[in-house]
């Protein structure tokens, strides 16, 4: 069975800081990864999605996430930390696509001034 | 944005009734899910449909039944909630299950 891992409930960065949030994932396949993010009140947004074809993949708003089988993980990362970047942030996996996605329990990202 | 409405977005019911939650799309798409989010567990697949009359049992389907009998509406029943069921439910669609999915805005359900 798939399943994720996210190190880390709450993270806390600077404005202007590295934003590192993990994932590790479990599957029996080369897997498609991806990361989502949850603003307060809101439903998800897909921030990128790894599906073979580059193993760093850049998404939306300055996001980026690389693909690392030899370690099983599928980190994102952001250069600067912005204020708006505060929010909850998901990693799942699919051995399909994206149907019967497997979510992580979540990252929340706290920015501060 | 997609074209998903979720309804009741807010709603509060007693131990034992019968709840069904509606998401309807805009988008023509032909997958749709059914997630609960509770604290610390994240999204969980309850059911989700690649079809009209088509659907499929998720990680927490127990307690949920749903139907889908056009395109554009995907019910969530269930049959007599329990307060466990007290959660955030959230409708997704998808083109293709290679296609990423899109979220609706979510309905919070307390079960007293």
């Known amino acids: 069975a798939q399943s994720v891992t996210q190190l880390g409930s709450h993270v806390s960065v600077s404005e202007g800081a590295l934003v590192l949030l993990r994932c590790n994932y479990s599957s029996s396949v080369p897997p498609y990864l991806f990361w989502y993010v949850q603003y307060p009140n809101q439903g998800l947004q897909l921030l990128l999605k790894?599906?073979?074809?580059?193993?760093l993949v850049k998404g939306i708003n300055g996001f980026e996430a690389e693909f690392k089988k030899s370690e099983t993980s599928f980190h994102l990362t952001k250069p600067s930390a912005h204020m708006s970047d505060a929010a909850e942030y998901f990693c799942?996996?699919?051995?399909?696509?994206?149907?019967?996605?497997?979510f992580g329990k979540g990252t929340k990202l706290t920015v501060n001034p | 944005d997609a074209g998903i409405t979720q309804s009741p977005r807010h709603k509060v019911t007693e131990t034992g009734t019968p709840v069904t939650l509606r998401c309807h799309q805009t988008?023509?798409?032909?997958?749709m899910y059914w997630y609960r989010q509770d604290p610390g567990h994240g999204l969980r697949l309850i059911h989700y449909?690649?079809?009209?009359?088509?659907?499929d049992k998720g990680e927490v389907s127990d307690g949920y039944s749903v139907s889908r009998s056009k395109t554009e509406d995907f019910l969530l029943t269930l049959e007599s909630a329990t307060s466990s069921q007290t959660s955030v439910y959230f409708c997704?669609?998808?083109?293709?299950?290679?296609?990423?999915?899109?979220f609706g805005p979510g309905t919070r359900l307390t079960v007293l």
């Open positions: 799942a996996v699919s051995k399909t696509g994206s149907e019967k996605l497997v």
């Open positions: 790894y599906t073979s074809a580059a193993t």
């Open positions: 997704a669609i998808s083109e293709s299950s290679k296609s990423e999915q899109f």
């Open positions: 988008e023509n798409h032909r997958y």
């Open positions: 449909s690649y079809g009209v009359k088509d659907t």
